[in-house]
C-alpha cells in the first residue's frame, strides 16, 4: 500500500520540520507515494546532483531550494550560479505555498531571495591569500616573480595587519627590489642584482595592475567585500550570478567565500566570534555548486579544490554543507564526489561518466546503474543518507517558473518570416539613415569647416 511504501523509503514525512519533498515514486501513478528526503542530512553529509546536458539537473536543484525555502525549513542557501538560471526563485516571496503566519514560538515567515548580478560580486584584496594571486597571475610567473611576491605579500599582510590594498602590495614590491638591489651575490655586480630586482618588481607589478587592478576587473576591490552575514541568512536563497565573470576569477571567488565561510564557522563555534564581528555566523550554511567540475576539476589542482576537500572532509562538524552539481562526473575530482553522502542521478549517457559515478557511489547497485542511460528528462536515482533505500523517482512540479529551457529553434527560425517581423526590421533599418544623431567627427567637420575626405 501507498502509505507503507512512503514510511518505509522516506525518513521524514511530507510537511514536517526537516523534509523536503522532492518527486514521487516512479513505479507508482504520479503523487501516490511521494518521495521526501532529510534535509538535515543531506545538509550536513553534502548532496551531489549528477547527470547529463538537458536531463533536468538544474530543474531538480530548484525543486530542493523551494522545499528548504518552505515554511517547515526556512533555510539559509548560497547558490552559485555560472549561467543565470536562478532569478526566477524570486517568484518564492509572493507565493502562498512559501508564506506562513506567526505560530506557536515563531514569527511570521516569508522568504528572501537576494540576486546578486556580476557588477554586485566584490573581493576585497584583504580576503585573497598567497596562493589566489599566485593562482589569478597564471602559470607563467617566473620563479623569482613567485618569490618576490611571496615576500612581499608576507611584509604586507603583517605591516597593515591583513588590511591591505592593491597600492600597499605593489609599494612592499618596489621595497624589495631596493633590498635587494643592496645585496651581491658570487660574481654579481651590485648594479646587476640592482637592474635584475627593479625589471622583477616592474614586471609583477604590471602582472598585478593588469589583472587585479580596478579598471580591468569590477570584482576584485580596495574595500568592497561580500559581507557573509548579507550573503547568508536563514529563510533566504542568495543567487551569486557569476555568468560574464571569467572563469579565473569565478574560481578564486568561491575559494574565497567558501575559506571565509568556513572560518567564520568554526570561529563561532568554538567561541572565537562574538555577536558584531564580521566572521559571527551562528547558523548551519548550505552551498549549492553548479558546473562543480569547473571548481574542482580531476585534472588539475586548482585554488577551489582546497577549500572544497576541507569543507567535504571537516564541515559537517560546523555546520556547513554543500551541494555538487555537475554533467560531467569524469571531470570531477574523485575524492570530491565520494565524499557526497547523497546522491541524485539523473540520464547519464557517457560511458566514462557512468564509470566515475559507479566508482564514486557506492550506495547504488548495478542494477539500477543500468537504468542511467534510459531514464527520461525529470527521472531520477535518488541514493544515500537522505533516504531509506535507493529509489526511481519522478520529480515533482516547480512552484516557480524554470528559465534554462531549451531553446525552439524551428519555432524561432518560422518568427523570423512573421509580416510583422520583417516590417519591424524594415523600419529598424531605415530609422539610422533617418534619424541618426551627429557623430562627434561630424561635428568636428562642420564645427571647423572641412570636408570629410576619408
Same mark, same amino acid.
Given at each position: ?27 507508482? &501513478? ?7 528526503? *532529510? ?15 538537458? #536531463? ?20 539559509? /542557501?548560497?547558490?552559485?550560479? &555560472?549561467?543565470?538560471?536562478?532569478? #526566477? ?30 557588477? $554586485? ?5 584583504? #580576503? ?28 604586507? /599582510? ?113 567561541? =572565537? !566570534?562574538?555577536?558584531? $564581528? &564580521? ?5 548551519? !550554511? ?11 576539476? !580531476?585534472? !588539475? *589542482? ?10 567535504? #572532509? ?12 555537475? =554533467?560531467?562526473?569524469? @571531470? ?63 520529480? @515533482?512540479? @516547480? ?27 524594415? @523600419? ?8 541618426? &544623431? ?7 567637420l562642420e564645427l571647423f569647416g572641412l570636408e570629410d575626405d576619408g
Amino acid at each position: 500500500p501507498a502509505d507503507l511504501l512512503q514510511s518505509v523509503l522516506n525518513r521524514k514525512r511530507q510537511g514536517v520540520p526537516g523534509a523536503a519533498h522532492i518527486g514521487s515514486l516512479l513505479s507508482r &501513478p504520479t503523487d501516490e507515494v511521494p518521495i521526501v528526503l *532529510d534535509v538535515s542530512r543531506f545538509t550536513s553529509t553534502h548532496l551531489a546532483i549528477i547527470a547529463g546536458t538537458g #536531463s533536468g539537473k538544474s530543474y531538480l536543484a530548484a525543486v530542493l531550494v523551494e522545499e528548504m525555502l518552505r515554511p517547515q525549513n526556512r533555510a539559509c /542557501v548560497l547558490i552559485v550560479d &555560472p549561467h543565470g538560471e536562478y532569478d #526566477s526563485l524570486t517568484e518564492m516571496c509572493n507565493l502562498t505555498e512559501f508564506t506562513s503566519p506567526p505560530e506557536s514560538g515563531l514569527a511570521e515567515y516569508r522568504p528572501r531571495v537576494k540576486v546578486l548580478k556580476p557588477e $554586485d560580486v566584490k573581493v576585497a584584496y584583504r #580576503s585573497l591569500e598567497l596562493d589566489d594571486l599566485r593562482y589569478l597571475l597564471g602559470r607563467d610567473l617566473t620563479a623569482k616573480q613567485s618569490y618576490a611576491l611571496g615576500l612581499a605579500f608576507g611584509n604586507v /599582510v603583517r605591516r597593515t595587519e591583513g588590511h591591505w590594498t592593491l597600492s600597499h602590495l605593489k609599494d612592499e614590491i618596489n621595497d624589495w627590489a631596493q633590498r635587494a638591489g643592496g645585496s651581491v651575490e658570487g660574481g654579481a655586480s651590485a648594479a646587476d642584482v640592482d637592474s635584475n630586482a627593479q625589471m622583477t618588481a616592474s614586471a609583477l607589478s604590471w602582472r598585478l595592475e593588469s589583472v587585479l587592478g580596478q579598471r580591468e576587473s569590477h570584482i576584485f576591490d580596495n574595500h568592497a567585500d561580500l559581507s557573509l552575514q548579507e550573503l547568508l541568512r536563514p529563510g533566504q536563497c542568495t543567487v551569486l550570478q557569476l555568468d560574464q565573470v571569467p572563469e579565473r576569477e569565478q574560481q578564486v571567488v568561491v575559494a574565497t567565500i567558501l575559506r571565509r565561510l568556513y572560518k567564520a564557522r568554526l570561529a563561532t563555534e568554538r567561541g =572565537q !566570534a562574538n555577536p558584531g $564581528d &564580521p566572521t559571527y555566523l551562528p547558523y548551519p !550554511a548550505f552551498v549549492i555548486l553548479e558546473e562543480a567540475h569547473n571548481f574542482a576539476p !580531476a585534472s !588539475a *589542482d586548482l585554488v577551489t579544490s582546497e577549500q572544497l576537500k576541507r569543507i567535504l #572532509s571537516e564541515g559537517r562538524k560546523f555546520g556547513v554543507g554543500v551541494c555538487l552539481i555537475s =554533467q560531467r562526473p569524469g @571531470r570531477l575530482d574523485p575524492d570530491v564526489l565520494s565524499q557526497c553522502m547523497t546522491q541524485i542521478l539523473l540520464r547519464i549517457s557517457n560511458e566514462v561518466d557512468q564509470a566515475r559515478v559507479a566508482e564514486s557511489v557506492e550506495t547504488v547497485g548495478r542494477s539500477l546503474m543500468q537504468e542511467l542511460p534510459g531514464l527520461s528528462k525529470g527521472q531520477a536515482i535518488v541514493a544515500g543518507m537522505a533516504i531509506n533505500t535507493p529509489v526511481l523517482v519522478r520529480v @515533482r512540479r @516547480r512552484f516557480t517558473k524554470h528559465q534554462a529551457q531549451d531553446p525552439d529553434a524551428p519555432k524561432k527560425w518560422r518568427e523570423y518570416f512573421q509580416e510583422e517581423e520583417v516590417e519591424r526590421r524594415e @523600419r529598424d533599418t531605415a530609422l539610422p539613415s533617418i534619424q541618426r &544623431p551627429p557623430s562627434r567627427q561630424d561635428l568636428l567637420l562642420e564645427l571647423f569647416g572641412l570636408e570629410d575626405d576619408g
